[in-house]
């Protein structure tokens, strides 16, 4: 049992709504069964190397690739890895869970906001 003060109001508790606490208990489930989640950006790029004679700096250019360019934040610093095919099938889930993991935390946010803002114990 929560010990609650009386501050000088009949509501003066913090009180979800049955639908919130389902939201909640929703993302909260979600989050759990989630898995690996890797941050950053996938993308599939062409690209030029650095030999002036090479194809790609040809008229008209045939680039190298497709490659699927990783690239993320690290250190402050953008950090771009170039991953196998391999690799692509074995992480792009990862990402694709990371995608998920920010909306349920925004979700969440959102949620937990809009709880806090309709407690009573505001404006006293
Ligand atoms: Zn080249």
């Given at each position: ?37 890797l ?71 959102a ?14």
């Amino acid at each position: 049992m929560r010990e609650t003060g009386n501050f000088g109001c009949d509501n003066d508790d913090v009180s979800p709504t049955p639908a919130q606490q389902a939201q909640a208990a929703r993302i909260a489930r979600e989050l759990a069964a989630l898995g690996f989640a890797l941050p950053g950006t996938l993308a599939d790029r062409m690209t030029r190397c650095g030999r002036a004679n090479c194809r790609c700096h040809a008229d008209p250019p045939r680039l190298h690739g497709p490659y699927h360019q990783w690239t993320r934040k690290k250190n402050g610093k953008t950090a771009t890895r170039i991953l196998t095919d391999d690799q692509f099938a074995d992480y792009a889930p990862w990402f694709d869970n990371h995608r998920r993991l920010r909306e349920l935390i925004t979700e969440l946010e959102a949620l937990s906001l809009a709880i806090a803002e309709a407690d009573p114990r505001w404006n006293r």
